[in-house]
């Protein structure tokens, strides 16, 4: 018997000095953040309130729950442009089961299964066919909100029972809401997910080296196929909350979703080309977008004006880190 | 024989007549001459529109601020005209064009010479124009009786009993067809998307091109801001609100590759033909407009599927080819 040597250990994640932490995207969004929020409260008497922060999160919530799924899927190397007319679908659905008398476990249910069909939908297209999923999703995302609009057509649906607008207007406990609570949520199991399991690990090899992944025994279009169907969860769970919010149904909801939550993922610094990214980069991004659209509504800034802030900010924090490196880089 | 069935064009060609045949037998009057010209009138603007997104997939990018592009220089032509009628409508265009070709050039500058994805550049430009648009209007709108008489009738004006606006569309047409065919360009942008990395090695400046290619797409999109405004005589912060896709599907349904690198001003042409007789047919054969939304979906779907088939068929054959040799 020959001695073999015994096995190196070889650490599971490199030690990181600290100053990789300080100079990382998420202190960045983290400055960006606290900026915002001190400017906020400097300039309106009533932001600094806890009923207006709590206003505030309605802001984010419900395009968080879907970014933090998108996150993984960009991540992966593909996207989903169809989230907001999934939403505008199952949304659909539930007023149709209202019409038809349904209750609210029954209601959830359907939102929340919609979600997942069409998600399966998509993820078919492109994991069995090959498809490129911008351009399947940009067909999907008509022919879901298309059908929302030939059922519906001009009309509205209203008349969800009572108890069902606790998912989009209750309160848990004091100022904290239930869609603040099941964003928290969201985030810890997204978080746990990509970044503490196997799945999370292949997801990440998928988005860098999609061949590479595949030889080395990752299933690559069974994961995919999993996250457009998570991405599809999320709208549908994202549909339950808008629809009790507004408490009503018309085609055209949730319009433009899916550019504020793909917006969401890229600031928070989630590479578009895939790979790279962290689910608490998108959480702070999603409280960032959140307090700059709120802070500029207590200004009486219009909607659309807010729109450029976002625009700009989304295309100022990924220019930043470019030029900063280009300066230090003395090119 | 075989090899002209290889165009793709050609079947999308048969596909559209497939669908006007179809539409006749519930409508007999919409193949007639004088409504086809009334089609291709109709779908002048979305087929500039699709031809100016073509070049810059075609590099492997993508312009999603366009409708964005054409609202606000929509509003900034009809304020001119509103506050100042004596403008002569050529001159309009003109500032059109430029107005347009400046947020081009800020799309093609942040892809350029900050290496920023332009998916990522057009979403924040595709908010950040339309917001301009609030922000120089104020939110106002321009009405048909602020606009001049010839601001509004310039494009409606025959000339050999086509409207101008008929015209403009086969110019364009002509000019986008010298470019791809007939230019250094044209083969810079075919080259870059199929093979970037060869490209840098032929000598053809990557970057520089993909600026370029954004400033034509700018420029289209203030072309189309005019003819749209005055087609339509409203000018607000609505306009072409989430047309950008209607955009990429005339080129998806066109056979224009996201991937880059395959398509033709053909396929640009007549994917936004598609798209514009049905929208035109289904008023006439009393189907509800609701339905216009879903069918066009399905059709990007269905071209996506077929072009993927053909594409992969092609790759097939080299690969043979090579175990051959």
């Given at each position: 018997m020959t001695d073999t040597p015994a096995p190196r250990h070889i650490p599971d994640r490199l030690d990181k000095p600290l100053s990789s932490a300080i100079f990382s995207w998420e202190a960045l969004l983290v400055v960006v953040a606290i900026a915002i929020f001190a400017i906020n409260s400097f300039a309106s008497p009533y932001f600094l309130d806890p009923w207006s922060l709590s206003d505030l999160t309605f802001n984010f919530t419900e395009k968080a729950l879907i970014?933090?799924?998108?996150?993984?899927?960009?991540?992966?190397?593909?996207?989903?442009?169809?989230?907001?007319?999934?939403?505008?679908?199952?949304?659909t659905m539930m007023g149709m089961a209202v019409q038809a008398g349904a209750g609210t476990p029954v209601l959830v249910a359907i939102g929340i299964l919609v979600g997942l069909g069409c998600g399966a939908f998509n993820g078919l297209l492109v994991t069995r066919l090959g498809l490129p999923s911008i351009v399947v999703t940009i067909g999907t995302?008509?022919?879901?909100?298309?059908i929302a609009f030939i059922i519906l057509g001009d009309q509205a649906y209203k008349g969800y029972p009572a108890s069902f607008a606790f998912f989009g207007q209750g309160y848990v406990w004091w100022v904290v809401s239930f869609e603040l609570v099941l964003f928290a949520v969201a985030a810890i199991i997204y978080w746990f997910v990509l970044h503490r399991t196997s799945f999370g690990r292949r997801v990440f090899a998928i988005g860098n080296n999609s061949i590479?992944?595949?030889?080395?025994?990752?299933?690559?279009?069974?994961?995919?196929?999993?996250?457009?169907?998570?991405?599809?969860?999320?709208?549908?769970?994202?549909?339950?909350?808008?629809t009790s919010r507004l408490g009503s149904t018309r085609p055209s909801i949730a319009q433009g979703y899916e550019l504020e939550a793909i917006t969401m993922v890229v600031l928070g610094g989630v590479s578009i080309l895939g790979g790279a990214g962290s689910i608490l980069g998108v959480v702070l991004a999603a409280f960032i977008m959140g307090l700059v659209t709120f802070g500029l509504g207590l200004l009486n800034v219009p909607g659309i004006v807010m729109s450029i802030f976002i625009g700009l900010l989304l295309i100022i924090v990924i220019a930043l880190p470019i030029l900063w490196r280009r300066l230090r880089g003395g090119r | 024989m075989k090899a002209f069935l290889k165009y793709r064009e050609?079947?999308?060609?048969?596909?559209?007549?497939?669908l006007i045949g179809l539409i006749s037998t519930r409508f007999p009057g919409f193949a007639d001459p004088a409504n086809l010209r009334q089609v291709f009138n109709d779908t002048s603007i979305l087929m500039i529109l699709a031809l100016g997104q073509m070049v810059v997939i075609l590099t492997r990018s993508i312009d999603l601020s366009m409708a964005s592009n054409l609202c606000f220089t929509g509003m900034v032509v009809a304020m001119l005209n509103a506050a100042l009628p004596a403008i002569p409508i050529p001159l309009l265009i003109v500032v059109a064009l430029l107005v347009g070709l400046v947020l081009g050039a800020i799309n093609g500058f942040l892809v350029w010479r900050l290496n920023i994805p332009s998916i990522v550049v057009t979403l924040g430009t595709l908010t950040i124009y339309r917001g301009a648009t609030f922000v120089i209007s104020?939110?106002?709108?321009?009405?048909?009786?602020?606009?001049?008489p010839d601001f509004i009738g310039f494009q409606r004006a025959a000339f050999l009993g086509i409207p101008v606006l008929s015209w403009i569309a086969l110019l364009v047409i002509a000019l986008f067809f010298l470019l791809m065919t007939r230019t250094a360009l044209g083969r810079s942008i075919y080259a870059i998307g199929v093979n970037p990395t060869a490209s840098v090695y032929a000598g053809i400046d990557v970057g520089r091109t993909k600026f370029v290619v954004f400033c034509i797409s700018g420029m289209i999109g203030g072309l189309a801001g005019y003819l749209w405004i005055s087609r339509y005589v409203i000018a607000s912060v609505e306009v072409a609100n989430g047309y950008e896709l209607n955009i990429i599907a005339a080129c998806v349904i066109g056979g224009i590759s996201i991937a880059g690198g395959i398509g033709s001003v053909g396929g640009a042409v007549l994917g936004a033909l598609f798209l514009g007789i049905i929208s035109n047919a289904l008023p006439v054969i009393n189907i509800s407009p609701f339905w216009q939304m879903a069918i066009s979906g399905s059709a990007i779907i269905l071209a996506v599927v077929l072009n993927a088939r053909?594409?992969?068929?092609?790759?097939?054959?080299?690969l043979k080819k090579a175990e051959t040799a």
């Open positions: 970014a933090f799924a998108m996150a993984l899927l960009i991540i992966s190397g593909e996207i989903d442009l169809s989230v907001a007319a999934i939403i505008a679908l199952a949304s995302m008509s022919l879901f909100r298309g590479a992944a595949q030889f080395s025994g990752v299933r690559v279009d069974r994961i995919k196929f999993i996250l457009f169907c998570l991405t599809g969860l999320m709208s549908g769970i994202a549909s339950v909350l808008i | 050609i079947w999308l060609l048969a596909a559209i007549a497939v104020g939110g106002a709108w321009v009405n048909a009786d602020q606009m001049s053909g594409e992969r068929r092609q790759g097939r054959i080299i």
